[in-house]
């Protein structure tokens, strides 16, 4: 059974366009909750992590907006460039102990 | 230099045959990790290590096994090959800082099983 279920498999936005990336969770055990970036030919690097005593967290362009009582959150991309294009997982993990990624999201930005 | 480097990067096998794939770390971390990653399916645990005399069975065990030489390599073996092992394989390290949380991935290895 799927620990975390990622949507959607792929997508493609204009360049400046606000791409959304969902995730949706079962265990209420978990409490840290990742997104990786992953570009081809290289292995995944952590982009922006949050943990569910907070609903929003920003680190630049990337926004992580957590839903508890739904079990769900999401990243959201603002004025995403070219150079946004990549894969994204995202991860659910109780602290200290193994990840569950989602299946990721392949993001194309368009010029 | 990379932190977490992988060896080799890409590897062309026959089924049967007995591969190893090897991981190393400069960041001093004590956790390591292995996954395979399939189109569609994401990243899928293997194999993890907290010390060098801790070894856990991931989601996706049956058919590897891991070494922990020592606490900056971990190896994993495919004992006899078969073709659904075609994947891209990574290997991971966790420390205390900046968290534990935080996993470094290295750049993968390419294994084709034929």
């Known amino acids: 059974q799927q620990q975390v279920k990622q949507s959607p498999q792929s997508l493609i936005v204009q360049k400046g366009g606000i791409p959304i990336i969902n995730c949706a969770y079962e265990?209420?055990?978990?409490?840290?909750f990742p997104w990786y970036q992953q570009f081809p030919g290289k292995g995944p690097a952590l982009l922006i992590a949050?943990?569910?005593?907070?609903s929003e967290k920003k680190e630049g362009r990337f926004t992580i907006s957590f839903n508890k009582s739904a079990k769900q959150f999401s990243l959201h991309i603002m004025d995403s460039q070219p150079g946004d294009s990549a894969t994204y997982f995202c991860?659910?993990?109780?602290?200290?102990?193994?990840?569950?990624f989602g299946t990721g999201t392949s993001l194309t930005v368009i010029p | 230099d990379a932190d977490v480097t992988q060896t080799p990067r890409n590897r062309i096998t026959k089924t049967g045959k007995r591969i190893m794939l090897e991981c190393s770390q400069t960041?001093?971390?004590?956790?390591m990790y292995w996954y395979r990653q399939d189109p569609g399916l994401g990243l899928r645990l293997i194999y993890y290590?907290?010390?060098?005399?801790?070894?856990n069975k991931g989601e996706i065990s049956d058919g590897y096994s891991v070494s922990r030489q020592a606490q900056a390599k971990f190896s994993l073996s495919l004992e006899s090959a078969i073709p659904n092992q075609t994947a891209l394989y990574f290997c991971?390290?966790?420390?205390?800082?900046?968290?534990?949380?935080?996993?470094?991935f290295g750049p993968g290895t390419r294994l084709t099983v034929l």
């Open positions: 991971a390290t966790s420390g205390t800082y900046p968290s534990p949380d935080t996993q470094y």
């Open positions: 265990n209420t055990a978990f409490d840290y």
């Open positions: 949050i943990r569910p005593d907070v």
């Open positions: 991860a659910a993990s109780k602290t200290g102990n193994q990840f569950y």
């Open positions: 960041k001093g971390h004590d956790r």
């Open positions: 290590s907290f010390d060098v005399k801790d070894i």
